[in-house]
Every structure is written in structure tokens, then in C-alpha cells.
């Protein structure tokens, strides 16, 4: 689904990747790892272009959108995210958060004639849909101030649900909640990846990538150092630096 080939990232003249090459099939569930700095946000931040790689190309579905000629939009409405800090419209409902892209896709949509007010009514039909399923259909028209960092992270990953995506991006999406409601959305996670859902998340839960991941990423000075299943990641780490690294967090 997804190759990376040669994939390098500046920031005025400090590389923060460095010759990435990955490959990820669909119903693969990569967890990316790695210390503070080593690149891994800017990699997932590259791979739906939010960030133009400096080099190298990202094939998505058969199209390199790293090329300047494509327009990044129409794929990109296949590839969901997930933020660190959520990024809801505070001033729009939950409902509203859900249902906005899906509408405003198939209202832009010259081959869809459903009429617009069908086009809403459906689309607000499956953000409720998507509400029951994570337990959240009573906040339906509250906004997102109302709600928790758990309930709004799950919010955010039922949003980018609502596009069907074909792979969803998530950047250390637990690493802004507190303890408690960390597992509320890690469930979430689980049942997406029971479901067959292509994922990409960069995240230091290492009991999650070892319960879920079916490969582990190590990333270090901008570059992939180890890519492994996780038992052999977690049992076996060949690379010193991984081998240092998971010394100090798996206590």
C-alpha cells in the first residue's frame, strides 16, 4: 500500500531523515519508536505530505505523491490522522467534527447527485453510527470542550474513520492524555486492528506494540535502525543503540 524509497527530510539545513525506506502492506499495524528527536513524527508528518519530503518518494496506492505534480487532497482523503492534541473544531459539535469532511467531499463530488440536504442527513446518520460505536452517542451535540482527552482522542480516530481511509496515521495519540484514560483509547486501537485497518503509529506504549504491532520500528538520526516483529524486536534488539533505549523503558 504504502513505499517509501529514499525518503530525506531538511529543516534549514539539519537533517531529521535520513535515507528512509519502508515498505507497508494493507493490514499491517507498524508501531514507530524511537527517542525524542529521532524523526519519527516528521516521518509520519511526510507520509501524507503534511511535511514535502526534500527528497525521495512516497507510493501511495500507486501514486507518488511526493511528486509536486499530484494533487496531495484527492489521496490524501484515503490516508486518516490522528493527532497528539486531537486538533477538533472547538466550534463545531461533535456530530459536526465527524460529519464535516464527509459532506464536504461528496458535496464537491460532481458524479454524486444525491441531492445536498440527502448528503447530510447520511453522513450525519454514520457519524452517529460511529458515536454508538465508542460509547459516545449522548455527546452527540455537545462540543469538544465538554469532553475528556480520552473522549476527545476517540472523537479524533472516529473522525478520521468517517472518510473510509485505507490507512490511518496516528502521532503518539495517548501521549497527551492522562494515565487513566490512556487505555480507553488504546481499546480503540485494538478493535481497529482486529477490524484489519492498515495503521501507522508512532508511539512509546511498548505494551501496545507488543499486544498489537505485527512490526516494530526503531528509529534513531533519521533512520530506520531495526524493523522487526515484535517478539523479535522486544527479545532480540540487534542494534546497540535499540538495545540501549529499550533498557531504559521497558521497567
Not at 509520519?44 to 526534500?54: G, I, W
Not at 506494540?209 to 505485527?214: F, L, R
Amino acid at each position: 500500500m504504502i513505499d517509501v524509497i529514499n525518503l530525506k527530510k531538511d529543516f534549514h539545513g539539519n537533517q531529521v531523515l535520513n535515507g528512509i525506506d519502508l515498505h507497508i502492506n494493507k493490514g499491517d499495524i507498524v508501531v514507530v519508536t524511537g527517542p525524542s528527536g529521532s524523526g519519527k513524527s516528521t516521518l509520519l508528518r511526510c507520509l501524507n505530505c503534511m511535511e514535502d519530503p526534500s527528497s525521495g518518494q512516497i507510493v501511495f496506492n500507486g501514486v507518488d505523491i511526493a511528486d509536486m505534480k499530484v494533487d496531495i487532497n484527492i489521496h490524501r482523503r484515503h490516508m486518516g490522522m490522528v493527532f497528539q492534541h486531537f486538533n477538533l473544531f472547538n466550534n463545531k459539535t461533535v456530530l459536526q467534527n465527524i460529519s464535516l469532511a464527509p459532506i464536504y467531499v461528496r458535496k464537491k463530488d460532481k458524479t454524486d447527485k444525491t441531492p445536498k440536504k440527502k448528503i447530510i442527513e447520511e453522513e450525519n446518520a454514520k457519524a452517529m453510527a460511529l458515536l454508538e460505536r465508542i460509547g459516545l452517542s449522548d455527546k452527540a451535540d455537545v462540543y469538544p470542550v465538554t469532553l475528556s482527552g480520552g473522549q476527545k482522542q476517540r472523537v479524533a480516530i472516529v473522525r478520521a474513520l468517517a472518510m473510509n481511509p485505507d490507512v490511518i496515521l496516528f502521532d503518539e495519540p495517548t501521549s497527551a492524555l492522562d494515565p487513566e484514560m490512556v487505555g480507553e483509547v488504546l481499546d480503540l486501537m485494538k478493535e481497529l486492528a482486529k477490524d484489519g485497518m492498515t495503521m501507522v503509529i508512532v508511539t512509546h506504549e511498548m505494551g501496545f506494540a507488543k499486544e498489537v504491532a505485527t512490526r516494530v520500528l526503531f528509529i534513531d538520526e533519521g533512520k530506520i535502525k531495526e524493523d522487526e516483529p515484535p517478539e523479535e524486536f522486544f527479545e532480540h534488539p540487534k542494534n546497540p543503540r535499540l538495545q540501549e533505549f529499550l533498557s531504559k523503558v521497558l521497567v
